[in-house]
């Protein structure tokens, strides 16, 4: 029997993957993460960050920090007018951010409405204009339970729709659908993420609170993967 | 046989329909004739518009003289710097818009990349955040052409992500999508729709330049439907 071996010229792909993508970076650690991944894959990575009337800056400012570390320009969009047309506790200075976790009913509050599809469909506008089609989003389980756009359904849906918006066929990539936070942050350790130059505490103080649900769901996080998160929290 | 009869509340539908809506109101002849037709349908309108990008005003000035005229507010959203992310020539003031019809390959210039879900889906925030779960859309075969996100397989996918975007269903409502623009014209004039004040021409001139891919279009509508248009033009 004959044996078929390939050159590694004939094992290249006929078709070069594009290797160009947006992310969209929140600055908190799952899209921080995600950016680390598709650099140490090889990509070419267009950031791209929203001001859309948080109610804090400090995940911006994280995201820029993460950006430069890693010698990367970020596109900053500011739709701070969406804040008012959509309130939430997260973007309406008035309403208190609630305290707990993820799974109490009252977190509701911090939907802010169709804030995903606003955020995704704007990043991939910018990457038509780059004559990109691959746009990254770190979506990961841990948001399903409380915010809708964050579903695997309603990402699987909106993918479709991103894949004829334009000529081009947009690809809306999201690989830590189903992954935990903790195994994100797994993968970052590995990575060599800077985990000091990322927020997720809702409120903007000078330190994390630790009580609020994004900060519990990341202290949790650590605490998995065995590892001290580099963030300053108010009662440490 | 017994002859069954229904009282006139029995005949009343189980559920009442929400009738209340926002609009995507551009301030062209297709959305403005939607809006009188929702009104007419004893609908409780909020029309929204977008500026942004736009080389001119004009459309968002006739949306808000139309809703003046019907004693209706109007929801003006200025996201100018999606312009500068999303280049095209209906956006870019340094580039010139094309002349002829839609059916040349030369208009694709004017294709503001995912410009319908961007403001669909701002106009969805706005619609959540009022609790109305009918958002209406005035896309016509028209469009199909040269528009991808005009097209009917692109806004059956949209629809069905806005369903899932939140707790609340979101039905994205596009009667127009199959019809004609004499057939939407013909159906204004009916509803008694003051086209003076609409404006379709991409040019922002103090009269429509007559000549435009959109001009064009609309001369046509007029003239199939048997009326003239009372917009002025440039070479009457």
Redesign the interface.
Same mark, same amino acid.
């Given at each position: 029997m004959e044996v078929l071996t390939k050159s590694r010229e004939e094992l290249k792909p006929l078709i070069e993957v594009d290797k160009r993508a947006v992310l969209l970076l929140s600055g908190g650690t799952d899209s921080t993460t995600l950016l680390y991944d598709l650099v140490s894959q090889g990509y070419e990575v267009k950031p791209i960050s929203f001001i859309y009337g948080q109610r804090h800056k400090k995940e911006v400012q994280n995201a820029l920090a993460t950006c430069s570390k890693l010698g990367l320009g970020l596109?900053v969009? !500011?739709?701070s007018?969406?804040g008012q047309? @959509?309130?939430s506790s997260l973007t309406s200075r008035g309403k208190d951010i609630p305290k707990g976790g993820y799974e109490d009913g009252n977190m509701?509050s911090t939907?802010?409405?169709?804030?995903?599809?606003?955020l995704l469909?704007?990043a991939?506008?910018?990457a038509?204009?780059l004559r990109i089609d691959n746009v990254f989003y770190a979506a990961h389980s841990g948001d399903h339970a409380i915010y809708? !756009?964050c579903?695997p359904?309603?990402i699987l @849906?909106?993918g479709?729709?991103?894949?004829?918006?334009?000529?081009i066929r947009v690809n809306l990539e999201t690989p830590y659908m189903y992954w935990e936070k903790s195994d994100i942050i797994r993968r970052g350790i590995g990575l060599g993420v800077d985990y000091s130059l990322t927020w997720s505490c809702y409120e903007g103080g000078e330190k994390a609170c630790g009580k609020c649900g994004t900060c519990i769901e990341r202290l949790e996080a650590f605490k998995k993967v065995g590892i001290k998160d580099p963030l300053e929290y108010k009662e440490d």
């Open positions: 596109e969009v !500011d739709i007018i969406f047309l @959509a309130p509701r939907v802010v409405p169709n804030r995903n599809m606003v469909s704007i991939t506008s910018y038509l204009g809708p !756009d579903r359904a309603f @849906a909106l479709k729709a991103l894949k004829l918006c334009d000529y």
